[in-house]
């Protein structure tokens, strides 16, 4: 019989681009290559027990028994990934994915922030990039924006690696993603988005993600919908009447593809605090999935603060997850 802790430990695996990379326009875009992919699922099924988030949920609620080995599988951001090639794959493994989907990607058809910096990132070298970015930093610097000296911003947050990141894109990833004032954020992200990638951003964002009816498909073959706020913001920076409104307006454009009184929150960038959990829990969400890299325990964590690990941590890309705790 299995104990306690067995029964409720779960491993929650995070995708984000899937593709056959070496023939896609942006071969340098940081993602999961079809064939590891496919590859990658065929281990985790045999490794472990994939489950589906319906028993995940009953599972936090006390009323259901995960499996040993109990692995769910999510995916950020609705790509067109996910329908053309992960779907297809999940099918032919009778397995379920969760689809974490900002609603202005197919409601506006305008490009997140994030991608453009995951394009722009693609389409540079890395010493060019931070080069470029640190001048128009001190461009911008003390005429509309009053923020600290390229120095001090680089001791703080770029002399060191991310887990999968080398200090350089660690630091162009912070300061575009977080740091600078919003509306330098974006201003800065179009003029690298236009100088390094030269697509229309309207276009990549018709290429990049998923329409409604393709949405639309993948829940009525099976597939889990869930909520990754509207504009793809760090929820827990925002003030409470900003986090709110965006949440708000997500779950407006959510509507059909959700259960209004169980739904699943995969907080964007992994960034949250107690008033997003709060509001959530006042709107009918059930569980929150953040970016910590642990396994998850339904019996120790809070479910509006489940762990989860990358798909780099398992085979072929590496065996992280057997040393993660």
């Known amino acids: 019989m299995k104990n306690v ?14 593709r056959d990379l070496a023939h896609s326009r942006y071969p340098g875009i940081k993602g999961l290559d079809l064939s ?41 951001d609705g790509y067109i990934d996910h329908f053309t090639f992960a779907m297809p794959i999940l099918e032919e493994n009778h397995v379920q994915g969760a689809f974490f989907i900002p609603g ?68 162009v990833k912070r300061m575009l993603q977080m740091v600078l004032p919003e509306p330098l ?31 639309r498909t993948m829940k009525r073959h099976g597939m889990h919908i869930g909520i990754h706020g ?16 965006d949440i708000a307006q997500e779950l407006a454009v959510m509507d059909e593809f959700i259960d209004r009184d169980a739904w699943v929150m995969n907080y964007p960038y992994g960034s949250y605090n107690d008033q997003v959990i709060a509001y959530i829990r006042s709107r009918g969400c059930c569980l929150g999935f953040t970016t910590e890299v642990r396994i998850a325990r339904l019996n120790k964590d809070e479910p509006f603060k489940l762990p989860r690990l990358d798909c780099n941590d398992f085979p072929p890309k590496s065996g992280n997850y057997k040393t993660i705790e």
């Open 5 to 18: 802790a067995e029964r409720n430990k779960l491993y929650v695996a995070m995708y984000h681009y899937i």
């Open 36 to 76: 590891l992919f496919r590859e990658q699922i065929g281990f985790l099924k045999r490794t472990f027990r994939i489950v589906t988030m319906e028993e995940v949920i009953l599972a936090a609620r006390g009323t259901y028994e995960l499996p040993e080995q109990a692995l769910l599988l999510t995916f950020d």
């Open 104 to 171: 202005k990607t197919f409601e506006e058809h305008s490009l997140l922030d994030v991608n453009k910096i995951h394009y722009i990132l693609a389409g540079a070298k890395p010493e060019r990039l931070l080069a470029d970015l640190l001048a128009r930093m001190d461009y911008y610097r003390g005429n509309e924006f009053d923020f600290p000296d390229n120095k001090e911003l680089w001791e703080q947050y770029g002399a060191r690696d991310g887990r999968f990141d080398t200090p350089e894109v660690l630091f």
């Open 185 to 215: 954020r974006k201003r800065i992200s179009s003029e690298l988005f236009e100088s390094y990638v030269g697509v229309p951003e309207k276009i990549l964002a018709y290429e990049l993600y998923m329409t409604r009816e393709q949405i």
């Open 230 to 245: 509207y504009d793809h913001y760090w929820l827990g920076n925002l003030s409470k009447e900003m986090m709110e409104a």
